[in-house]
């Protein structure tokens, strides 16, 4: 089966700092990848997602994942982080062939203004 | 477009009860998803269906938890002779056509069992 793993459960950061969300994933064939957010109060919505293509992709707000196959890891990144961030990101996966979805445990993001 | 919609939003119900929830995607999404997702953990997928048919169930969903579509529109999730331990927050997903398709998310139905 597969499974998702995001190794940082709690990360605070202050304004204008870097961000790494880390996400590693177990399956053997053609992945598509995701990060949704969870902002205070809201639903889940999509970051950015890969599917196939420039393994780096750029989603909303500033937001970019780099799909590295053969660590198979698909981290997010923002360069500079706002109070407007913080909320809870998850990473999620499934095959190309199926139609189940694996996520993450997510990450509790908290920016500090 | 007004986005998925779950009712009701909370439900408290006694040990033993049976509860349904119901989901309205987005109209034009073919695919629907339902998915638990319990304190500090990622949504946990149930079952998924393209249009009206029930395509995948999770090894996890036991016997107690059913799905329909019925005429591909609104799904709805029954929990018959629910355990303490189905206290969680079911959330429903739907989108397009496939696997690689964004899923739009419902805000939730919080069950709580006493």
């Known amino acids: 089966a597969q499974s998702v793993s995001q190794h940082n459960h709690h990360v605070i950061l202050s304004e204008a700092a870097s961000l790494e969300l880390g996400c590693n994933y177990s399956y053997g064939g053609t992945v598509n990848l995701f990060w949704y957010v969870q902002y205070p109060g809201q639903h889940l919505q999509l970051l950015l997602k890969y599917f196939s293509g420039d393994p780096l992709v750029k989603g909303i707000k500033g937001f970019e994942a780099e799909f590295i196959k053969s660590k198979f890891s698909f981290n997010l990144r923002k360069p500079s982080v706002q109070w407007s961030d913080t909320a809870e990101y998850f990473c999620?996966?499934?095959?190309?062939?199926?139609?189940?979805?694996?996520f993450g445990t997510g990450t509790s993001l908290t920016v500090i203004p | 477009d007004t986005g998925v919609s779950q009712n009701p939003r909370h439900k408290i119900t006694k040990r033993g009860q049976n509860v349904t929830f119901r989901c309205d995607p987005i109209?034009?999404?073919?695919?629907l998803y339902w998915y638990r997702q319990t304190l500090g953990q990622g949504p946990e997928f149930l079952t998924y269906?393209?249009?009206?048919?029930?395509?995948?169930k999770s090894r996890l969903l036991s016997d107690r938890f059913s799905a329909e579509r019925p005429k591909g529109s609104f799904s709805t999730l029954e929990i018959q002779r629910t355990e303490q331990g189905d206290s969680a927050m079911y959330l429903c997903?739907?989108?397009?056509?496939?696997?690689?398709?964004?899923?739009?998310f419902g805000p939730g139905t919080r069950l709580t069992v006493l």
């Open positions: 269906f393209q249009n009206e048919a029930q395509l995948e």
């Open positions: 999620a996966v499934n095959s190309n062939t199926g139609n189940q979805f694996y």
């Open positions: 109209s034009e999404h073919n695919r």
């Open positions: 997903a739907s989108s397009w056509e496939t696997g690689a398709d964004t899923q739009y």
